[in-house]
Nanobody
Framework: QVQLVESGGGLVQAGGSLRLSCAAS????????MGWYRQAPGKERELVAS???????YYIDSVKGRFTISRDNAKDTEYLQMNDLKPEDTAVYYC?????????????WGQGTQVTVSS
């Protein structure tokens, strides 16, 4: 069993920055992939960024050049540095991890953290 705890959300003005953290805890495991989704009111959840153990990184086009995803393997923690925030970034952000366990892949989700960007 694995738990993810998110932190770092909040209210900022347009152009500001936030850094989201997502820490995984539990028994020994290997994280094969980590990332962040977001869901704005009235919209479907979308993948914002992801990173694999091989450091393959994906960003949705709307955040390229502004957001940076990273991971700290020693802490089993992923981060999303969010710069030059825009009102359209307002959403609940959910972290996830994909774990290899017994030859299968298991997905876990954080509780979500609210990011609100005011103009």
């Amino acid at each position: 069993q694995v738990q993810l705890v998110e932190s770092g959300g909040g209210l900022v003005q347009a152009g500001g920055s936030l850094r989201l953290s997502c820490a995984a805890s539990g028994d020994n495991f290997y994280i094969s992939k980590m990332g962040w989704y977001r869901q704005a009111p009235g919209k479907e959840r979308e993948l914002v960024a992801s990173i694999t153990g091989g450091n393959r990184i994906y960003y949705i086009d709307s955040v390229k050049g502004r957001f940076t995803i990273s991971r700290d393997n020693a802490k089993d923690t992923e981060y999303l540095q969010m710069n030059d925030l825009k009102p359209e970034d307002t959403a609940v952000y959910y972290c996830y991890i994909t774990i290899a366990n017994g030859g299968s892949l298991l997905n876990y989700w954080g509780q979500g953290t609210q990011v609100t960007v005011s103009s």
